[in-house]
């Protein structure tokens, strides 16, 4: 799920409305990352137009609202294709958590690229994209 934070998400729905990924597809790369042994957490992103620069207090109220991480497009991708009626779900790799926690997954960090690598080959096992290559 996407906090709604942004500036163009509201333009795609209700105000409150939320932004949900499609379930299957959620569930589809929950099963994918643990089949592949990758360790995930699902949870719930903001999206919001100044991921650098944020008053502490709204970090504070992201973290109570047990928001993992910021980001600027998932509540964009997800509004948008509740509107166009196109199912979209997200994967981010979270390169430095909202919690402000020390974290080995900066984004020039060997672990971080190594966690990138394992989602990415989760993913090239989507049933769709398996039976295409099955089928040459």
């Known amino acids: 799920e996407a906090v709604i934070a942004d500036g163009t998400s509201p333009y795609y729905g209700p105000p409150g409305a939320g932004a949900k990924p499609d379930v299957s597809m959620r569930n589809t790369i929950a ?3 643990e089949r592949s042994g990758t360790a995930y957490r699902s949870g719930r992103v903001a ?3 100044a991921v650098y620069v944020r008053p502490p207090a709204k970090d504070q109220a992201m973290r109570r609202s047990r928001v993992l991480a910021i980001d600027m497009e998932v509540a964009a991708l997800l509004a948008v294709s ?3 009626r196109v199912k979209a779900a997200a994967l981010l790799v ?3 958590p909202l919690s402000g926690l020390p974290t080995e997954l900066g984004p020039d960090r060997p672990l971080f690229l190594n966690a990138v690598v ?3 080959t989760a993913l090239a096992n989507w049933p769709e994209t398996s039976a295409a290559a099955a089928a040459r």
């Open 94 to 96: 979270i390169s430095a």
């Open 118 to 120: 394992r989602a990415a």
């Open 31 to 33: 099963q994918l990352l």
């Open 47 to 49: 999206s919001c137009d």
């Open 82 to 84: 509740k509107y166009r």
